[in-house]
């Protein structure tokens, strides 16, 4: 009896030991293999899959039990049940995370260092008890990183988002969806050295991802360097985003402080109390050029700029191309450029322009010590932008070209306007060019196209078409006394107030301007009226003294052969007008006179042609013809 109960103490107790020790394996033993995951994800062959409810917390959580008893070995661990860090973890490359919504993580204010692959969906996989918690990913652990990661359409959640995935080179996207904005979402660039970085923002496009910054007075996204050498390498990308402000209190959409090398697309920017997009370049940063491109984007009532690139110091943004862009009914006007080597084409500007100190579609301008140069204004559309379509101070080479200005009825009201493009800012304008242009006005004027005052140096204008429909006091252009200017005429068509203008060719000044005064009749206006002459015909030859004006009118009364001129000298530009009436007189003109073809002197019609003495020659420069019905 002795024996057998003895027996049977000791197999209770064998039997109690293999009952805890089979249950302390069974908490921290995990569960049997699951399938494979494809070879790309696992990095290298099959792994071993676990569930996160498999291990035991043991007072620092299960993550953190889990990653110690994995240790380096290749797994892919699915995050299936809540749990909370009770210690910072780092995951190893070899291990890979997989979260498909059943449970979230509390950092509990520690540090989650991710160095293996993450995969997830838009749920919410981190929550943090502790505040200070922090997700920090490996480069290529993620190529994608959402805010929905941390929680609600926030701005707190983007921020976090955006913290993390600039750390590892992801990608920050925005899902389809409205974010609501308290405060502006903002990362400083650190000190890189001369490595290279990107970080790119990106939405699923306007319409579908709308940030609606109702923040008092801050932008809705900030970007900025922390200092100088940091410029060096940053890349920012920014695409595929609505950013407006339902409230109006926004100070507008995108800032971006010297962040080097940048690119904004496909946004929609509309609605805030300030600049739709600020870009500006504050520090001295070797004189390297910051290049930036802004296009195909919607940038539509803002109460500042549209766009603005300027400067709080004296530095200025560089390299800035600006295309495909619809901007209208910005208060301060379109854009803002206080910026050197600008090319803004293919763009629409309408309506901008009606705060109290704007300058219209587009102002170009310096700052203190600097003078923006190498400015394009290429193919755009200006409408109804006040008070100016093209507003430039302290700049030069500016060149416009190729662009359609018109004014006409907004809302069935017409807009006032006094100019299409100014030229005359205090600090002056040199070397500009004005260029097959369009000009035309379907409301009441007077309009002037173009005006410069005595700070325009060197303007050179040629071949732009002039439709200024109403008021005797539609004209072309307007320049200060002085101002050497370069006008050739015989390019424009001016399609309803039939004027031509010539110039001095010793001072480039337009001197003479020939007017339709009444049906068949020449009205002669301008600074050097003497230097106009009348001459007629004897024997069907016309003979000229250049000492007598450079300017001659002669009405056909025969078939009439033009003579060498006499008097002449070199360089001398010689105007020659010749009205038809209703015959078919013919002009030709001495061997001296080297033409581009026939010349036809139209019936009831003044018609033009002008010549260049060159010592041996008189070289035909242009011809033109102004109708003048009888």
């Not at 200025?316 to 206080?338: H, K, R, S, T």
């Not at 369009?438 to 732009?464: E, K, M, W």
Request: with cysteine.
């Amino acid at each position: 009896m002795k024996i057998q109960r003895s027996f049977l103490v000791i197999s209770v107790l064998l039997g109690l030991f293999a009952v805890f020790t089979l249950g302390s394996f069974q908490q921290v033993a995990p569960e049997p293999k699951l399938r494979p995951l494809p070879y790309a994800f696992t990095h290298a062959g099959p792994s071993d899959h676990y569930n996160l409810s498999s291990f035991g917390d043991f007072g620092k959580g299960r993550l953190h039990r889990a990653i110690a008893t994995l240790g380096s070995q290749r797994a892919v661990l699915f995050l299936d049940t809540a749990d909370t860090l009770g210690d910072d973890v780092t995951v190893p490359a070899e291990i890979a995370l997989i979260h498909h919504g059943a449970g979230t993580l509390d950092l509990g204010g520690r540090t989650l260092e991710v160095n293996g692959a993450f995969l997830a969906t838009q749920a919410r996989v981190f929550t943090d008890t502790g505040v200070t918690g922090k997700v920090q990913f490996a480069s290529g652990s993620v190529s994608r990183v959402v805010p929905q990661w941390w929680g609600d359409n926030t701005d707190e959640s983007v921020q976090k988002a955006l913290d993390a995935a600039a750390e590892c080179g992801a990608e920050l996207f925005l899902p389809a969806g409205t974010y609501v904005f308290d405060a502006k979402v903002e990362f400083v660039f650190s000190e890189i050295g001369f490595d290279t970085r990107a970080l790119t923002v990106r939405g699923a496009g306007p319409g579908r991802t709308v940030i609606d910054n109702q923040s008092a007075g801050e932008p809705s996204f900030s970007f900025r360097t922390g200092n100088p050498a940091s410029q060096w390498g940053w890349f920012l990308t920014v695409e595929g985003l609505e950013l407006t402000s339902s409230t109006g209190t926004g100070s507008a959409g995108i800032e971006v402080r010297d962040v080097w090398i940048g690119r904004i697309a496909d946004c929609r920017v509309s609605d805030h109390a300030g600049d739709g997009i600020l870009l500006l370049a504050e520090i001295n940063d070797f004189a390297t050029p910051k290049t930036w491109t802004i296009e195909r984007s919607l940038i539509v009532q803002n109460g500042g700029y549209g766009i603005r690139l300027d400067s709080l110091s004296n530095e200025l943004p560089y390299n800035v191309i600006l295309d495909q862009l619809d901007v209208e009914l910005n208060a301060a006007g379109g854009i803002y450029a206080a910026s050197e080597l600008v090319k803004l084409t293919n763009s629409i500007f309408a309506y901008n322009g009606s705060g109290p100190n704007s300058k219209g579609g587009i102002h170009v301008t310096g700052i203190t010590g600097f003078t923006p140069y190498g400015n394009l204004i290429e193919g755009c559309a200006f409408e109804g932008n006040r008070p100016y379509s093209v507003y430039a101070d302290r700049a030069a080479n500016l060149t416009i070209v190729r662009n359609e200005f018109s004014r006409v009825l907004q809302f069935g009201v017409p807009q006032p306007d006094d100019h299409f493009i100014r030229l005359d800012g205090p600090e002056g304008v040199d070397n500009a060019i004005i260029e097959h242009n369009q000009f035309g006005s379907g409301v009441q004027g007077p309009f002037t196209a173009i005006v410069g005052g005595p700070g325009l140096r060197n303007a050179d204008l040629d071949n732009n078409v002039f439709n200024l429909n109403f008021g005797a006091g539609d004209t072309r252009f307007i320049f200060a006394q002085g101002t050497q200017s370069t006008y050739r005429a015989f390019g424009d068509t001016v399609l309803t107030n039939q004027s031509i203008s010539f110039a001095d060719p010793t001072t480039g000044i337009a001197d003479v301007v020939l007017d339709r005064g009444a049906p068949g009749m020449l009205s002669v206006s301008g600074g050097f009226v003497d230097g106009m002459q009348t001459v007629s015909a004897f024997g069907g030859s016309l003979s000229i003294d250049c000492s007598l004006g450079l300017t001659v009118l002669h009405t056909l009364s025969s078939n009439t052969v033009v003579q060498p001129p006499i008097n002449a000298t070199v360089g001398s530009v010689l105007n020659l007008i010749i009205f038809q009436g209703a015959n078919n007189h013919a002009v030709s003109f001495d061997s001296i006179f080297k033409t581009a073809g026939p010349f036809n002197a139209e019936q009831i019609s003044f018609s033009t042609i002008r010549f260049v003495h060159t010592g041996l020659y008189w070289v035909q420069l242009g011809a033109a013809a102004l109708s003048a019905p009888l």
